[in-house]
């Protein structure tokens, strides 16, 4: 597996620090080197010597001095500096970079190979309209997917559908007394969802209503083969309209297993808290008590005999483990939910299943600035408007600038730039904070927005089809790269820093790292292009720049393509 730059010099600096001393040794996790954020102090530095003068109690400077004079460089740097009080100022070689650079786009090491991830992300309510509450979910926990198999994992998405439980009692009364035929042939989700809403309104205002309802959920957890075949119907119709919402976003599931897979398993769950020593009797339900590690209770069996979420949870962990055996389960939801994965990983803990091997990554909501695209009651923005909404002003966008692309063109492009454009305003955010999503800013052609990105693609492709067309013989070789500009060199540095940024997007669950990075590249990339003229100048010099440009572009749109955006050849 090939090491990246950052790999390289941590590496080195790490072996140079502990044959210093064995003091040093002691604390080699202290040492690491790390990108410049200003080229005036060296293409990368190394801060160690502050770090391991604190716990050692000697002067930085003097362990820096100490480093400079005993380490031989190797030959993949230039020179080495000290400023300051002991800061480790890195030049690079340029034939080194180029050496680097001669493959074109570099390499992502393989730090998963052989381990196995599941993903659980998405996980909508069987019967229900998706809105835009669905949205990060489907875009955080997909490009998470990505990036985990573009470092070498196996990952297995599981679509871990809302698909059993009160709800389905309410829809099944109110399908029995207001369904209309013709509604539901033309829009099944939207029928049911009317008759949803409809019974759960009526349920608050009749305790009568709310224990029908509630009858009709323990025929239907029985087996009465009426609700059972109705309680079908509602799960065949809603597939297909959570597959059409998937496919636009690129999206697909490895396993799609509801909550309802799980039900057998739910007594043996309850056996093994049992067992474990953690399960208590309260007011005739049973519950683990979590309230020394500040947790709260966790019902884990109502009064009624009823299992619920953390049940079903329960279950899904054990399945998952003795099935797959996977290195880590990551699921992906709200911020809403950290509690309840709090008292899931203790739980699983408590009773031997191995709770080291499970993730939550926690998102804030999103919401729209303007409100404008409302869902037929008022009170949810609908994931398909959003979508319909992205192609139609990215449609505007293509239409004003190419003038000679035929409407299928324009309509894939539109598509790509429009989802695209989506899903970057997204996935560029913070997860944790709260999202409020515009127009104006997600479909900029300029600013850290996806337009921008696959734009700054279309035109290294442009300028390769251009140029190639002009010189008679030209291949994209990247072992001519030279470096003979600084400008040239601090590009180079940039393009190889995208394996070390998809790694620490990897262990920090945040794609917005890389969506970060991205946005920079395409910004020295831009500069660039506006100071290094092509077209015109000597034939050398103008591949050289090419290839710049072009391997630039290629990073960018793998980049683009690891967070699930695609990356059109022209805008």
Not at 66 to 83: C, G, Q, Y
Not at 154 to 160: F, L, Q
Not at 245 to 255: C, E, G, P, Q, T
Request: charged residues 25%; proline residues 3%; hydrophobic residues 40%.
């Amino acid at each position: 597996m090939e090491p990246t730059i950052e790999q390289n010099l941590s590496a080195w600096a790490k072996e140079a620090f502990c044959n210093l001393s064995e003091d040093i040794a002691a604390l080699s996790d202290r040492i690491n080197v790390v990108k410049t954020q200003d080229k005036q102090f060296g293409d990368y530095q190394c801060n160690a010597a502050m770090a391991l003068a604190k716990a050692l109690k000697h002067n930085p400077r003097q362990i820096a001095t100490d480093f400079v004079d005993k380490t031989p460089l190797p030959e993949s740097i230039d020179k080495i500096e000290i400023a300051g009080p002991g800061f480790i100022n890195i030049y690079l070689n340029a034939a080194y970079l180029t050496r680097q650079l001669s493959n074109g786009l570099p390499l992502i090491p393989q730090v998963g190979e052989g381990k196995t991830v599941i993903m659980d992300y998405s996980g909508p309510n069987i019967a229900k309209t998706m809105h835009i509450g669905h949205l990060r979910s489907i875009n955080i926990g997909s490009a998470l997917d990505r990036i985990h198999q573009a470092c070498g994992y196996k990952t297995i998405s599981d679509n871990h559908l809302g698909d059993w439980g009160t709800q389905f009692g309410l829809i099944i009364k109110g399908y029995n007394e207001w369904v209309d035929q013709g509604a539901l042939q033309a829009d099944p989700i939207a029928e049911l969802e009317r008759v949803y809403v409809k019974s759960t309104a009526e349920a608050k205002e009749s305790e009568e209503w709310k224990e029908a309802a509630r009858a009709e959920l323990v025929k239907l957890q029985q087996g009465d083969p009426e609700n059972k075949a109705l309680w079908q119907n509602f799960i065949d119709w809603s597939l297909p309209e959570l597959d059409k919402i998937y496919s636009r976003f690129n999206v697909n599931f490895d396993l799609t297993r509801g909550e309802s897979f799980y039900n057998d398993q739910l007594p043996s769950v309850l056996e093994a808290l049992k067992q474990s020593g953690c399960l208590k009797a309260s007011e005739g339900a049973q519950i683990v008590d979590l309230e020394d590690e500040k947790l709260n209770v966790a019902i884990v069996q109502k009064s009624d005999g009823g299992f619920n979420y953390m049940t079903t949870d329960l279950a899904t962990v054990k399945s998952r483990l003795d099935e797959f055996n996977p290195h880590t389960i990551i699921y992906v939801t709200d911020t809403a939910q950290q509690l309840h994965f709090k008292q899931l990983f203790n739980i699983s803990g408590k009773v031997g299943w191995d709770s080291a091997a499970l993730t939550h990554v926690w998102f804030g909501r999103m919401s729209m600035a303007d409100g404008k695209i409302s869902s037929r009651e008022g009170n949810a923005i609908r994931l398909e408007a959003l979508l319909d909404e992205a192609v139609v002003r990215a449609t505007a966008i293509i239409k004003e600038k190419n003038s000679d692309m035929t409407e299928d063109e324009i309509l894939n492009t539109a598509t790509a730039v429009g989802i695209g454009a989506v899903k970057y305003a997204d996935l560029s955010q913070n997860l944790q904070t709260e999202v409020t999503f515009t127009w104006d800013k997600a479909m900029a052609l300029d600013g850290n927005s996806g337009p921008y990105l696959q734009y700054a693609y279309a035109r290294t492709a442009k300028l390769l089809l251009d140029f190639s067309a002009k010189s008679e013989g030209f291949a994209c070789n990247f072992d001519n790269l030279r470096i003979d500009t600084e400008d040239d060199k601090q590009l180079a540095i940039k393009i190889l820093q995208y394996p070390d940024l998809v790694l620490v997007s990897l262990k920090n669950y945040r794609p917005n790292i890389l969506c970060e990075y991205l946005y920079e590249l395409a910004g020295q990339l831009n500069s660039y292009y506006q100071k290094y003229r092509i077209m015109g100048e000597e034939k050398s010099v103008a591949e050289n720049r090419l290839l710049f440009n072009v391997l630039s572009g290629r990073v960018i749109k793998a980049g683009l393509e690891l967070i699930g955006l695609d990356a059109p050849e022209r805008i």
